[in-house]
């Protein structure tokens, strides 16, 4: 697979289909609580796509190779789970931090973003891990422009990262998007300035760090989807698909109550 540019045709779809993600995200933070199970947000998320946006959920039978096929609607990851947590009838308690990924098709285009949320009260490390991995994705996305180097962006997540004790998981990366879920080329969160694929404008990517409190390392459960740290520290994560414009960058997924933009961000 090759790197895809976009044209203003599919400039205009990936913005659709950003911005449906980011709603799907600020539908299901209105019932992420304590008590509701993460087969509940996996059926409200499913049911918002299809049946409300018109769009499919990307991530069910979702089937890259060397995995069975995805068996949910959205991926959620509870506290010491990495990525790709698969949604059961475990009931969120208060002091999870859960991150919910989404990923919806429209008219043939994808768009993915990932939020963590807060179960109730959450202790004070994890609420600090959860900001330091939202500003440490922004840190990477300011990085995004014509020209810039992927290593910018790795370098910029990293630094920030250990620079407040947390550790970088190697093993996932964010990527190129479009027509496909996962095109080229792949966006690492660490790396050196001046290093990797130089981004151009028309490229859209996924910037998605994740960030451990503890060690780097991480395991595969047995049902050959879901990824913990080895240590069994807290993980976070957060996702954003974005746009390399000639002056720098769009974020596509963002919608009404996205998150704060740090104040470094703006322009
Ligand atoms: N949404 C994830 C990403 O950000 C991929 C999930 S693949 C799935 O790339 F099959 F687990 F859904
Ligand atoms: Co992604
Ligand atoms: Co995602």
Redesign the pocket.
């Known amino acids: 697979m090759t790197i895809t540019y976009k044209d203003s045709e599919g400039i205009a779809g990936m913005r659709v289909a950003g911005r449906l993600a980011g709603e799907l995200l600020d539908y299901l933070a209105l019932h992420v609580k304590p008590g509701i199970t993460t087969n509940e947000l996996d059926r409200l998320a499913d049911d918002y796509t299809t049946r409300v946006q018109g769009a499919i959920s ?2 069910l039978n ?1 089937a ?1 190779s060397g ?1 069975n096929p ?1 068996p949910k609607a959205i ?1 959620t990851s509870i506290n010491q789970q990495v ?2 947590g698969i949604p059961n009838d475990k009931p969120l308690k208060k002091g999870d931090i859960v991150n919910v ?3 919806v098709i429209k008219d043939g285009w994808h768009g ?1 973003s ?1 939020r963590m949320f807060m179960v109730g009260e959450v202790s004070v490390a994890a609420r600090r891990l959860c900001s330091l991995t939202y500003e440490a994705m922004w840190r990477g996305i300011v990085q995004v422009r014509d020209g810039a180097y992927l290593g910018d962006i790795g370098h910029a997540i990293q630094t920030f990262a250990e620079g407040h004790g947390l550790s970088v998981v190697r093993e996932f990366c964010g ?1 190129g998007i479009g027509r496909d ?2 095109e080229e080329p792949q966006v690492l969160h660490y790396g050196k300035p001046g290093t990797l694929d130089r981004l151009k404008a028309g490229m859209t990517i ?1 910037i ?1 760090p994740m960030l451990n409190a503890g060690r780097r390392d991480v395991k595969e459960l047995g049902d050959g ?1 879901t990824i913990v740290t080895k240590d069994r520290s807290l993980s976070a994560q957060w ?1 954003h698909t974005v746009l390399v414009t000639p002056t720098g960058y769009e974020v596509l997924t963002l919608s009404a109550n996205s998150p704060p933009i740090p104040a470094f961000a703006k322009s």
């Open positions: 990307a991530p979702y890259p995995h995805y991926c990525c790709h990924d989404v990923t993915d990932s990527h879920f996962h996924t998605e989807w996702e």
